[in-house]
């Protein structure tokens, strides 16, 4: 598997970085996120937490649904696929990142 050195370099991914997270499935970048931007995206996380947006998650385990713990999840399609409005205007800075970053998730 090769590395995009430019898009690399722009997020602060480092050799050691890179290769931390194909081995331990996680890395940690310093300063990945502006402080101001990660503050934000806190305070709407907050928010849509206490407006009760989001979920416990639960998993299949043999017959049962059992809750995972720390995990939760949100909805963010309206019946029709597409993100619903109050949803939309709700997400705050999650609403861009969602749009910048989301597109790279999707397989066509």
Do not use: C
């Not at 995009?4 to 890179?18: F, H, K, R, V, W």
């Amino acid at each position: 598997m090769t590395t995009n050195p430019t898009l690399s370099t722009e997020l602060g991914l480092t050799p050691d970085a890179i290769a931390q997270l194909r081995n331990n499935s996680f890395t940690v970048v310093d300063d990945f996120l502006p402080i101001d931007l990660a503050n934000q995206l806190l305070s709407d996380a907050d928010n849509l937490n206490s407006n009760g947006h989001f979920k416990q998650h639960y998993f299949q385990f043999g017959g049962s649904a059992l809750a995972k713990p720390f995990v939760y999840e949100m909805d963010l399609s309206a019946l029709d696929g597409r993100m619903g409005e109050a949803m939309n205007n709700n997400l705050g800075s999650w609403k861009d990142m969602i749009d910048d970053i989301g597109p790279a998730f999707v397989m066509k």
